[in-house]
């Protein structure tokens, strides 16, 4: 497997000390239709690392590059939260090794038959063929953006 972290894709480790930033949340869901009545409270406290990482150890932050998963509302420079300790199924978006060469696509898996299925109708699905060399890198499990 090629080591990302001398690949050109930028690799950023979740600390794993103790530091949390509790940002204050509030439970009431925000319409994104037409203005609803202000019932803004305060709920409680709210650490994005813990909403979004479930297991910092085995979690890696990538940049993402291209539009071949524009249709999964990933985007170009979007950060995406991969889990590598997580075991891949049919239907994750995972970032793979095929070949050596890095890929962000959705897995289908179809019997022995492996698919990596991008999320834009301009690019073609990837079907593994069996003396290819495939690694499942990490599961993405959210993604960061800014506005």
Not at 83 to 108: C, H, M, N, P
Request: charge should be negative; hydrophobic fraction near 40%; glycine fraction near 8%.
């Amino acid at each position: 497997m090629v080591n990302l972290h001398t690949a050109d894709w930028p690799v950023y480790r979740c600390a794993g000390s103790a530091h949390r930033i509790p940002l204050a949340y509030c439970d009431t869901p925000i319409h994104a239709g037409f203005p609803s009545p202000a019932e803004g409270y305060l709920d409680d406290y709210l650490s994005l690392d813990e909403h979004l990482i479930h297991d910092k150890a085995s979690t890696v932050l990538l940049r993402t590059t291209g539009d071949s998963m524009i249709d999964a509302h990933i985007c170009d420079g979007d950060i995406l939260i991969v889990d590598r300790g997580r075991q891949a199924v049919s239907g994750d978006i995972v970032v793979a090794s095929l070949e050596g060469e890095f890929t962000l696509k959705r897995l289908i898996i179809r019997g022995s038959q492996l698919i990596l299925q991008p999320a834009n109708a301009l690019f073609s699905p990837i079907v593994v063929s069996p003396g290819q060399e495939l690694e499942i890198f990490g599961v993405v499990s959210g993604i960061a953006r800014r506005l």
